[in-house]
C-alpha cells in the first residue's frame, strides 16, 4: 500500500518567514496529493491540493509542488502569520480509490 | 446542517466494556471512513465503506467493528476496550471521481479508557 513520509515534524518560524514542509510517496499510482490544516482540538481541513497532471498550485500565501518522477511534494506558506500554527498534514491517494493515507504532521509555530 | 457529524464529541469508559461511535453525513457521498489519530497525531486509516460495502479495513483488531447501515452513517462498535485504544476518531466522507476526492472530517471523538 502508499507508504507517505513528511518532515520536519516540527517547525518554527518567525512571523512572516516562509515555511516549507515536504513529503514524498511510495506508490507512483498516486495522483492526488492534498495538504490539511488541523488546529489543536479541531479536525483536519483541506487548504490545498494538486493532481499529478500539475506540477505546481498556488492560492495567495500557500503553494504545492509536485515532482512525480522524484514521488515528492511540497507545501509552502509565504509571509506566515501566527494564525498559520497548526499541524499540517499531506496526503496521498489514487483516483478512484477508497483510500486515503497520510505523512505523520508537522507542527508548525509561527512566532510573532 | 453540520457536513459530517458524529456523537459523542468525548467517550471516557472503563477497560473492558463495549462502547460505539456514531457518524453521519448529509453530502450524499459515496465513501466513508474512519481515522485514528493517536497521542502523536498520526492519522492512520481503520476503515473505508463505499456505499456500505467494506473496501479497506487495514490491521486493525477485530474488536472494531464498523457498521453501515446505508451509506449516509457508518458506525464503530468496540468491544473489550483497552488503554491503547485511548485516542480521537475521526469520521470522513468523499466523493470518489475525481475533482471530489476532499474529504469532510467529522469533529472528533476523544475516547479515553482508563
Known amino acids: 500500500g502508499e507508504n507517505v513520509e513528511q518532515h520536519p515534524s516540527t517547525l518554527s518560524v518567525q512571523e512572516g518567514d516562509s515555511a516549507v514542509i515536504k513529503c514524498t510517496y511510495s506508490?507512483?499510482?498516486?495522483?492526488?496529493f492534498p495538504w490539511y490544516k488541523q488546529e489543536l482540538g479541531k479536525r483536519p481541513q483541506l487548504i490545498i491540493d494538486?493532481?499529478?497532471?500539475?506540477g505546481e498550485k498556488k492560492d495567495q500565501r500557500i503553494a504545492v509542488t509536485l515532482n512525480k518522477t522524484a514521488k515528492h511534494f511540497s507545501l509552502h506558506i509565504t509571509e506566515t502569520q501566527p494564525e498559520d500554527s497548526a499541524v499540517y498534514f499531506c496526503?496521498?491517494?489514487?483516483?478512484?480509490?477508497?483510500?486515503?493515507?497520510f505523512g505523520a504532521g508537522t507542527r508548525l509555530t509561527v512566532k510573532p | 446542517d453540520t457536513a459530517v457529524s458524529q456523537t459523542p464529541k468525548y467517550l471516557v469508559t472503563q477497560m473492558g466494556n463495549d462502547k460505539s461511535i456514531k457518524c453521519e453525513q448529509n453530502?450524499?457521498?459515496?465513501?466513508m471512513y474512519w481515522y485514528k489519530q493517536d497521542s502523536k497525531k498520526f492519522l492512520k486509516i481503520m476503515f473505508s465503506?463505499?456505499?456500505?460495502?467494506?473496501?479497506i479495513n487495514e490491521t486493525v483488531p477485530n474488536r472494531f467493528s464498523p457498521k453501515s447501515p446505508d451509506k449516509a452513517h457508518l458506525n464503530l462498535h468496540i468491544n473489550s476496550l483497552e488503554l491503547g485504544d485511548s485516542a480521537v476518531y475521526f469520521c470522513?466522507?468523499?466523493?470518489?471521481?475525481?475533482?471530489?476526492?476532499?474529504?469532510?472530517f467529522g469533529s472528533g471523538t476523544q475516547l479515553s479508557v482508563l
Open positions: 470522513a466522507s468523499s466523493q470518489v471521481p475525481p475533482g471530489n476526492e476532499k474529504l469532510f
Open positions: 506508490d507512483s499510482a498516486s495522483n492526488y
Open positions: 494538486i493532481r499529478s497532471n500539475v
Open positions: 496526503a496521498a491517494s489514487i483516483a478512484f480509490g477508497n483510500d486515503m493515507r
Open positions: 453530502l450524499g457521498h459515496d465513501t
Open positions: 465503506y463505499n456505499n456500505k460495502e467494506l473496501i
